[in-house]
Nanobody
Framework: QVQLVESGGGLVQPGGSLRLSCTVS????????MGWYRQAPGKQRDLVAS???????NYADSVKGRFTISRDNAKNTVYLQMINLKPEDTAVYYCNVQQLINRYDYWGQGTQVTVSS
């Protein structure tokens, strides 16, 4: 019953910016942490950023100072503001939402981010 709807991906030049959003719909038994992962072709899916219910954020070293994660608990929405994008940021970005009960992980379908000149 739970769906994660992602938006905001696209093609940008190096140094550009994008803002991703992910909204949870359906019945979920509480939302714990929320986050963003990314996966480049031929590579593993890695954590980009996560945020707790209380608003504490954690970032991969490669994006610190460039990406900002935020959430709106009332709307069950998580955002990822990305600035100064680099070619190595190119990947499919997946939204992750962890259910409070049983810590069950829900995933979005992925949105493509391409950084190229």
């Amino acid at each position: 019953q739970v769906q994660l709807v992602e938006s905001g991906g696209g093609l940008v030049q190096p140094g550009g910016s994008l803002r991703l959003s992910c909204t949870v719909s359906g019945i979920i038994f509480g939302v714990n942490s929320m986050g963003w992962y990314r996966q480049a072709p031929g590579k593993q899916r890695d954590l980009v950023a996560s945020i707790t219910r209380g608003g504490s954020a954690n970032y991969a070293d490669s994006v610190k100072g460039r990406f900002t994660i935020s959430r709106d608990n009332a709307k069950n929405t998580v955002y990822l503001q990305m600035i100064n994008l680099k070619p190595e940021d190119t990947a499919v970005y997946y939204c992750n939402v962890q259910q409070l009960i049983n810590r069950y992980d829900y995933w979005g379908q992925g949105t493509q981010v391409t950084v190229s000149s």
